[in-house]
């Protein structure tokens, strides 16, 4: 009995599949045995059964077990109590003395062994504590691309993981794992912090591999040589990572205490993300050599968008510039304004290669003929297709993708390069001044009949930033990358090669400005100036939504009340302000209004008034228009009924697509189950970037 208890103890300490099974075999057997033991009949019987008894005991340890967490360890030590103190009444008393001796000494060796493992944690802990911060103030920092930062973080994280790691190894920690319960928690530790500093290193590795302050474009080449450095180290830290998961998922145990357990769950989560982005690290640093010329010579077109004349995926292209890559270097090869590329009489006829929806519902806007026209389209890889077909028409070479930025992404550029300055010009542009010199100052600087020289001012600008960019000595890629990035998730910087086969590329960087596939509900407010002017630096916009679902059907009804504020005055700005070429009077902006929805449409109306809509498609969407004269100084009022379903078996979900406009959308999100079984749901934020608003249904 002495014996089958040991190994029982034995076993579970190990805490693995094997060991159950000699636990179950040498109980088992010491049952029979004494059994058998006993005098004639009544023992030989009470043998196999006991055997039995023995079995079903020690399969509750076993990880195959399913009852409740703590059931199975409460029924298989209340059967085996039993079944030892009926041995031990039934065994003779020299044997009763020795087995109580030697049950006392075994108590208090593991007594001790328990104290030296609580002691070896309770010294590890600290160290857990600080390798688990140090940890995440790394990721932290690696996403908001300050690598050197986020390697000194990681170095940290994996010196005190590492001093964990020896703390739980030590003679204290070995011996605490003779302790039943208490060794599960000693080798979760072991594995964690073992892994924690496999990761700690990792991430220095790919911290140092992607350093991006250490980069320099240097007189317009980009040292694609450190880059492809770069890639075999993400390659390993993304490899640390998947092993560090696979380790802590084998120590996963219904005899880790909760709050072990609950740590565990949360380093896994840290985990997962951690190594989709140093996946998504690997794959770029594969990808993005051969789009900076490292297999061959790449050509972009540059759009620069002025969204105070808005369009679609932005605003009225005024100019453009056409650059070449090849082995990193970058060379200006053109630049011009768009009026350059529009069709006159001596040009042939021009085709336009563009999704079946767009040649649909836009073709009628002679997108063909008038390149201001060409970013029409909310969804900019749709844009960038037309923008590639077209150029060559127009007197241009193939490109193999299509960059749009706008002043916005001119000044983030300026605050990491310094001023510069367009011939004539009569102040430096810098990284604070120059979205509002090129959106509106130039344009009241300006008469209207000194246009030339406006023109003249916008394309010496846009050169003398390209200068900058790439003959004016190094410019780090560091800052600059973290001066762009808001500007991507803006939608003020959209890169594109629309239908080519390396968009997806782009879209792994979230530049393409693509308008999301629909996942559930969705809404997309566009605008459109109509009145060739670029008084949309006046334009402010209020978008509420209330949806209202019936969980029991999915039925959905929802209102979308769009308001339009022109803060314009009626005088005293130059007619290309605030005039028009509708004869309407100063001050009043034409907006083309297009509502996106999966929904259908009900009714709508214009500050109360019944309005009728034309309704189209367009991206797997309806979409709902109008023409919308808004006044000087007023304001007006679009509402629109909606009604369709979503599905009920998951929560409700609302993408909201932003349209990069001078100043973003104001929205508000309501949220209401018909049943009241849930109080209502609400959301106020600025949409900045396109955002996701999510709702339980149950």
């Not at 049952?31 to 039995?52: C, E, F, L, N």
């Not at 010329?293 to 050509?299: D, F, I, L, T, Y």
């Not at 509708?582 to 996106?596: A, E, Q």
Request: hydrophobic fraction near 45%.
């Amino acid at each position: 009995l002495l014996i089958g208890v040991t190994v029982a103890t034995a076993g579970l300490s190990a805490g693995h599949g094997g060991a159950g099974l000699a636990v179950l075999s040498a109980v088992g057997a010491l049952i029979g045995w004494q059994g058998v033991g006993r005098s004639a009949g009544s023992g030989r019987a009470g043998g196999p059964a006991a055997v039995t008894v023995g079995c079903c005991a020690v399969s509750l340890l076993l990880p195959g077990a399913t009852l409740p967490r703590g059931l199975s360890a409460l029924g298989s030590a209340v059967v085996l109590l039993a079944v030892c103190v009926m041995g031990y009444l039934k065994a003779p008393g020299p044997i009763r003395r020795r087995v109580g001796l030697a049950g006392l000494g075994a108590v208090a060796a593991l007594g001790l062994a328990g104290a030296f493992g609580v002691v070896a944690v309770a010294e590890a802990r600290p160290s857990l504590e600080v390798g688990v911060a140090g940890a995440n103030r790394g990721a932290t920092q690696a996403r908001r691309l300050d690598s050197q930062a986020a390697g000194a973080s990681m170095a940290s994280a994996a010196g005190a993981f590492d001093r964990a790691n020896g703390q739980v190894r030590s003679p204290f920690g070995w011996a605490g794992r003779l302790v039943p319960l208490l060794s599960q928690q000693l080798r979760a530790l072991d594995v964690a912090s073992a892994s924690g500093a496999d990761l700690g290193r990792a991430g220095v590795g790919l911290a140092d591999a992607v350093d991006q302050d250490s980069l320099r474009v240097v007189d317009g080449r980009i040292p694609l040589e450190r880059l492809q450095e770069a890639q075999p180290r993400a390659a390993r830290a993304a490899a640390a990572i998947t092993s560090a998961r696979a380790a802590l998922a084998s120590q996963r145990s219904p005899w880790l205490a909760p709050q072990l357990t609950s740590r565990l769950d949360d380093v896994q989560a840290r985990l997962a993300a951690a190594g989709d982005q140093a996946n998504r690290a690997a794959v770029l640093l594969q990808d993005i050599p051969p789009l900076l010329g490292s297999k061959g010579p790449r050509r972009y077109f540059v759009a620069v968008q002025t969204p105070s004349e808005l369009r679609g995926s932005g605003g009225f292209v005024g100019s453009f510039a056409e650059i070449a890559v090849d082995d990193g270097r970058l060379t200006l090869a053109r630049t011009g304004r768009t009026p350059e590329l529009n069709l006159d009489r001596s040009t042939p006829v021009r085709t336009l290669d563009a999704p079946p929806d767009f040649l649909r519902r836009y073709d009628r806007f002679q997108v063909a003929t008038t390149w201001q026209s060409v970013t029409i389209s909310p969804d900019f890889p749709s844009d960038a297709q037309v923008i590639r077909g077209l150029y060559p028409q127009s007197g241009g070479r193939p490109v193999d993708a299509v960059v749009a930025i706008d002043p916005f992404t001119i000044q983030a550029i300026l605050k990491v390069v310094g001023p510069v300055r367009a011939a004539g010009a009569p102040e430096a542009l810098t990284g604070d001044n120059a979205a509002k010199a090129l959106l509106f100052d130039q344009y009241r600087a300006f008469a209207d009949n000194d246009q030339d020289e406006r023109r003249d001012f916008l394309a010496g600008a846009t050169q003398a930033l390209a200068q900058r960019l790439l003959n004016g000595g190094a410019v780090p890629v560091g800052p600059l990358t973290k001066a762009l990035q808001p500007m991507v998730d803006q939608k003020h910087l959209m890169i594109s090669a629309g239908a080519a086969a390396e968009d997806p590329v782009f879209a792994r960087l979230g530049l393409t400005g693509a308008m999301a596939p629909l996942r559930g509900d969705s809404l997309a407010v566009v605008a459109q100036n109509a009145g060739a002017s670029k008084i949309d630096w006046f334009l402010r916009r209020k978008v509420d939504y209330a949806a209202t679902v019936d969980p029991g059907s999915g039925a959905l009804t929802a209102k979308a009340t769009i308001q339009l504020a022109n803060l314009a005055p009626a005088s005293g700005l130059p007619r290309y302000l605030i005039g028009n070429a509708l004869g309407l009077p100063p001050g009043t902006s034409r907006l083309y209004v297009s509502v996106y929805s999966p929904l259908l449409l009900k009714r709508a109306t214009i500050d109360g008034q019944s309005l009728l809509l034309q309704s189209e498609t367009e991206l797997g969407r309806g979409v709902y228009s109008a023409f919308v004269d808004v006044a000087a100084g007023s304001t007006r009022t679009l509402a629109i009924d909606l009604t369709g379903a979503v599905l009920i078996d998951r929560p409700y979900r609302l993408d909201l697509h932003r349209q990069p406009s001078v100043a973003p959308d104001q929205v508000t999100v309501r949220f209401t189950r018909s049943d009241g079984s849930r109080p209502p749901a609400r959301r106020d934020f600025s949409l900045v970037s396109d955002s996701t608003f999510q709702a339980p249904l149950g």
